[in-house]
């Protein structure tokens, strides 16, 4: 096992219809027009000299060591600035060459301290990679002279060009007398993440990286991506992971567990230890990039909070008690099989996780269809993006995302609605505004002014403030202006999608009740800006909408969805690249939980249970017959829980009692029931209530594949031992074992060919092409063995295009005199979800708290100040956080995360949900905010509850003789 | 403490008015910079995220123009300007020495200000007056053949 090296092409591919052929030291290369002598020469493998040149941004020219020589041209121009030529004749080794790059290394080093043996970076520096490559011998000039290097000078004054390490950052370390100031950290800020935080400061000698205005990294615009880090040819900016711990020995290709981008990482290892994550450049979904949480935080995974023993217990009043795992199993299998005996084979149930891999989710479902022989499986998704998988099914046939990252390269307007992709999808956010800051135009549709707002060198076109609650009727507004003002795209109407259909929602939506003058009463939108904004859509190129949770946690999100649906065929913007209707998924494998039969009434691959033929598929290969009646979705199980004759739940890799709404509900359906299992790495809120708790392994412990919010099944690899003993998928299987099920699974691959198997989408899916393509999108089949980056390109899966009639249905959820204010909840870049893990490393730096922002209107009229704790009340409960002052919200509209137990905003949200699916909605709730003097009530019995059930009984030891 | 924030806000307010003035220009930054050195004697740093807001930039953007450019200043410069040429033909004809005993007479260094806040006496690499060294700039007004007594006697004659 060796580290994977990546080739470090030099400068960026280039896309072109007609290639060049030159000569590169006498050998003959022929490569795309434009590209630089520099990427001609890597791809023939010859390595020309650089220090100030990497392959993720844009060319420089500002190290001079990479020189070549070009016959009948005078001078030595940069290769990675000279574009490849026809014809050329190039000399990357000449002697003249050697001379200047030799006196070019000279000068660098002579401004650079050689403490090579005790540098974090030694054996991974490019900078000691040149030094031998040019022969460097000797350094002519000394090392007295005016330099960064020494805090003091020979006399013994203080170097004023010496400044010290900024170490404000947790995650790396900048050492400015480490730097040689080749901008390679500042263009990747600029160019990779676009967040321009850094700069060079001064000029000439005295020039140095900065952050901000010369502040500590951590007060800087700096969001911690990691890409400056990578991008560092010396030991300036280092990981601290690598100072603390030596470079690794070995790495593996991984996904990364956090949200629906998917990112490829290298999981540099030493032994079973992760020395870094560092993101892979042929990922697919991140090329080459990262984030804050996927890059760093993955310190949870061996946090001391980690449960390594399964636990059972009588009543969830007693102490855990540590059991081995066979007693563990037989314990649950016996619990299981009574409970069922009791009170019926509906009795019990099981969620999966959107977490785990798609085979874990696989077998988790399969567990419940063919070993509680019911249907009562649900998943997260059910409270996220289900309205998608309804919405999206019902227009276009498939429900899923029809594009792949890569197209928004491709995009001239993009529609962000009900997302915040530069907190929520970071890294796909960064792809965004690099295409925005090459001329694409942006719509954004949000209660808030998220970042992408006006964010450096981008800025929307259209933002429509529109209150929580009114998608629908926005949508539909924005759709009466393209089909009133004759902007359809009536050709691919009529090609794709059924013409009747059309007809008779053109007609519905052109009713003038519909129009942006008639809807901005209730939605809060200014009709001009909507009607600019509609026509912008229609006519600006290849338009593409982006959507979140924004879109789908309300009690309208299948129909916010059908109407996104309904604006992309209304303006041909399906089926091809730079266009489509894209779901940001919450979690890394929300969209493979969903594919994998999670649902209670679908199979694998979005298959109803009543269809006969699927079903045989299944009883055929599991020897049992299926019941043909959809189980129970999460907050029916709850209700039945409550009403008593639902007793018994498998959660794998969920909190819901964090995550789901109306948290009072959630706990009374989990006191009521006798055997509540959960499977997870902590002890969660949920687990407070929990009868068996099974240890969880991380994403680092486990074989198994991640499918992303592009349909894109990416391979995680196994780089350490399960800590707890078993991977999830193999704790599962020894379930079913003692549930009496003879299942034979030895590798998650074999579950995997048991996906293909049985869903078509999947048929071309194995390990095998999954190591050797890197990567692929579904559906995978036999005509499609390479997947489908695009769906819907000759004609839509289900036929024709449906358009779908789009009424705005107000919600139930209404401001009134004691409740006057909405309250919209989201994510922030640091934190993910529910916290457990980002809770649980240093990115509670940046958020250690959940915060309630209100608008200072808002704040006046109740006497709160920035900072202070507020009541934050509903008709549902109340809970006391912090308030922070900001216009970014409307007046009326207070905004908070869920990242925290301690605030556990969702003891806010109501049980109101979705009118297709039962997704909550979360995004609506009215509330009232008053000056506070310490935490709710609620919030005391709660952590007192939340403490007394954590506790673990100490093991009997034997009294010492 | 409050005075002091109200002067900043002040500060930033007028630093928004001066670049909003020049925002629709092409290559804004380095005239509204002109511009709002010429209001407050230099570039006030808390200006500069509300310059930056302004023109849609990250604040580190315009930190490394305004840190790039040596006529910029972080804070006022006294009420005359001196630039003193440290080039080669004026150090030849006798600059570094005149330069010595200027800054030690006013008992302050390279780009330091005099206690009375009458005099900044800056470095400057090249006038372009060779022919003329030792040359100096005193408030964007050129002086050649300079010694110690021609150039007392021009600073002598500079309002208080």
Partial sequence: ???????????????????????????????????????????????????????????????????????????????????????????????????????????????????????????????????????????????????HVTPRDTSGETNPLYRPQDQSNPYFTYDPSKCIVCSRCVRACEEVQGTFALTIEGRGFGSRVAAGMNEDFLSSECVSCGACVQACPTATLQENSVIDIGLPEHSKVTTCAYCGVGCSFKAEMRGEEVVRMVPWKDGKANRGHSC?????????????DRILNPMIREKITDPWREVSWEEAFAHTARELRRIQHQYGREAIGGITSSRCTNEETYLVQKLVRAGFRNNNVDTCARVCHSPTGYGLGQAFGTSAGTQDFDS???????????????????????????????????????????????????????HLPLKPGTNVAVLTAMAHVIVTEGLCDERFIRERCDWSEF????????????????????????????????????????????????????????????????LAMATGNIGRRGVGVNPLRGQNNVQGSCDMGSFPHELPGYRHISGDETRQIFEKLWGVELDSEPGLRIPNMLDAAVHGNFRGLYVQGEDILQSD???????????????????????????NYAHVFLPGSTFLEKDGTFTNAERRINRVRKVMSPKNGYADWEVTLKLAEALGLDWSYRHPSEIMDEIAATTPSFAGVNYAMLDQKGSVQWPCNASVPDGTPIMHIDGFVRGRGKFIRTEYVATDEKTGPRFPLLLTTGRILSQYNVGAQTRRTANSTWHAEDRLEVHPHDAEQRGIRDGELVKLASRSGATALRARITDRVATGVVYTTFHHPDTQANVITTDYTDWATNCPEYKVTAVQVSPANGPTDWQQSYSAQAEAARRIAEPEVEPAE | MAAADEIQSAQQATARAIAGA?????????????????????????????IADVLNLSRAEVHGVVSFYHDFRDTPAGRHVVKLCRAEACQAMGGAALAEQLLE??????????????????????????????????????????????LTTLLSELAP
């Avoid at chain 1, 499977?679 to 687990?687: G, I, M």
């Avoid at chain 2, 330091?112 to 964007?140: K, N, S």
């Fill in chain 1, 1 to 147: 096992m060796t580290v994977i090296k990546e080739t470090d092409f030099g400068t960026p591919a280039v896309h072109a219809a007609t290639t060049v052929r030159l000569t590169i030291d006498g050998r003959q290369i022929d490569v795309p027009a434009g590209t630089s002598l520099m990427r001609a020469a890597a791809e023939a493998g010859i390595e020309v000299p650089k220090l100030c040149a990497t392959d993720m941004i844009d060319a420089f020219g500002s190290c001079r060591l990479c020189l070549v020589e070009v016959d009948g041209r005078r001078g030595t121009p940069a290769s990675c600035t000279t574009p490849a030529e026809e014809g050329m004749v190039v000399r990357t080794q000449t002697d003249r060459l050697k001379g200047l790059r030799r006196g070019v290394m000279e000068l660098y080093i002579s401004d650079h301290p050689l403490d090579c043996l005790t540098c974090a970076a030694n054996g991974d520096c490019e900078l000691q990679d040149m030094a031998g490559a040019v022969g460097l011998r000797e350094v002519r000039y000394g090392y007295d002279g005016s330099n």
């Fill in chain 1, 292 to 304: 804050v949480k996927g890059r760093f935080a993955w310190g949870y995974a061996t946090h001391r």
């Fill in chain 1, 408 to 462: 928004v390269e491709d995009t001239d307007v993009m529609i962000v609605i009900g997302a915040n992709p530069t907190d929520g999808h970071p890294v796909f956010a960064s792809r965004m505004k690099k295409r925005l800051r090459q001329g694409a135009r942006l719509i954004v549709i949000d209660p808030r002014r998220i970042d992408l707002v006006r964010t450096p060198h981008v800025e929307a076109a259209h």
């Fill in chain 1, 503 to 566: 007809e008779d929602w053109a007609a519905f939506v052109a009713e003038e009740r519909h129009g942006p003058e008639a809807t901005a009463a209730y939605t809060g939108v200014d009709a001009e800006a909507l009607r600019q904004a509609a026509r912008l859509f229609a006519t600006g190129g290849n338009g593409a909408i982006y959507y979140g949770l924004g879109v789908t946690e309300h009690s309208q999100g299948s129909t916010a969805v059908m109407a996104l649906a309904n």
């Fill in chain 1, 661 to 687: 709404p109306d948290t009072k509900h959630v706990a009374a359906g989990l006191a009521a029931m006798e055997c509540v299992i959960v499977h997870d790495l902590f002890l969660n809120e949920t687990a």
């Fill in chain 2, 22 to 50: 020049h925002s629709h220009r092409e290559g804004a930054l380095l005239p509204i910079l002109h511009a709002v050195q010429e209001e407050f004697g230099c570039i006030p740093p808390q200006t500069i995220p509300a």
């Fill in chain 2, 105 to 150: 007479d006013l008992d302050t260094g390279w780009s330091g200000t005099t206690a009375d806040g009458r005099l900044t006496i800056e470095p400057v690499y090249c006038l372009g007056l060779c022919a003329c060294a030792p040359a100096a700039m005193i408030d964007e007004k050129p002086h050649g053949r300079l010694d110690a007594a021609r």
